[in-house]
């Protein structure tokens, strides 16, 4: 990863409201990065746009020649009764100069989709972030509907596991993952998101976890989910206390010092 993506992660994302977490920034960036060392082919998806901040990390990442997909409700109000998330995303896209494929913007119900509907899109997918419904029948529904059009080497990111606040998106990504059996593994977490690939791929994307300079800043733990040995991303609490200072204390372009 060079200066320009630590700045567009560290400073200019932060314009955008959203959450995707420093930590996780770091895991997409590394593991899309190690695809395109590979030459691993695909496009990318994410289900739960909000206004755009992890949508737009996909994008600076993989480049415009990449088909990114976007699926979302943009039903949000405003204060007023108006919904303008969708207008806002567009123009958080041209704020940081990124490109929006309005022909790859699906505003509807994620769990209504269809496999071949993805498909006809952006073909298979080599990175699908899931962030869409909480409640156990969304994230069954995404999760079955990553799993159809992800491609072999193709990893899926579920944001809010293991959240007190959403008990059922646990629930249904052990679902999932048990339903599936000996297919797909859990490879990585970190404090808001599981990484899951299918299981002959598990050892290389473990790796890349690992090995990945970006993500050395952290202590990585060794643990077991569901037969599966993952590497668990922890972020000692003073360090996020100190970035999230910086952060309001408008010291963006000094924050990405703690994650070195």
Not at 38 to 60: H, N, P, T, W
Not at 201 to 207: S, V
Request: with cysteine; hydrophobic share 40%; charged share 25%.
């Amino acid at each position: 990863m060079n200066v320009h993506d630590r700045k567009f992660i560290f400073h200019d994302l932060q314009k955008i409201e959203g959450y995707i977490d420093p930590p996780d920034a770091l895991v997409f960036t590394s593991l899309l990065h190690a695809q395109q060392k590979r030459a691993f082919e695909g496009g990318v998806a994410e289900i739960g746009v909000f206004y755009g901040r992890s949508y737009f990390l996909l994008r600076k990442v993989v480049g415009n020649d990449c088909r990114v997909l976007a699926v979302d409700l943009f039903d949000l109000e405003d204060g007023d009764g108006q919904s303008r998330q969708y207008e806002r995303f567009l123009d958080n896209g041209k704020r940081l100069n990124l490109k929006v494929d309005e022909d790859l913007v699906i505003k509807g119900d994620s769990t209504q989709l269809s496999p071949d509907e993805v498909l006809a899109k952006v073909g298979k997918v080599r990175f699908f972030s899931v962030d869409g419904g909480h409640m156990l029948h969304h994230v069954l529904a995404d999760s079955r509907l990553a799993m159809d059009v992800l491609a072999d080497h193709g990893v899926i990111a579920f944001d809010d596991t293991f959240n007190p606040q959403w008990p059922e998106v646990t629930v249904g990504v052990a679902d999932f993952l048990r339903a599936q059996g000996d297919r797909f593994s859990a490879f990585c977490m970190t404090k808001y998101k599981t990484y899951v690939c299918r299981r002959e791929y598990h050892d290389y994307y473990q790796q890349v976890v690992l090995q990945s300079p970006e993500l050395l800043a952290f202590d990585h733990v060794e643990t077991e989910f569901l037969g599966a040995k993952v590497t668990r991303l922890h972020n000692p609490m003073g360090r996020r206390m100190i970035y999230e200072l910086m952060i309001r204390s408008g010291l963006t372009n000094f924050s990405e010092r703690i994650y070195r």
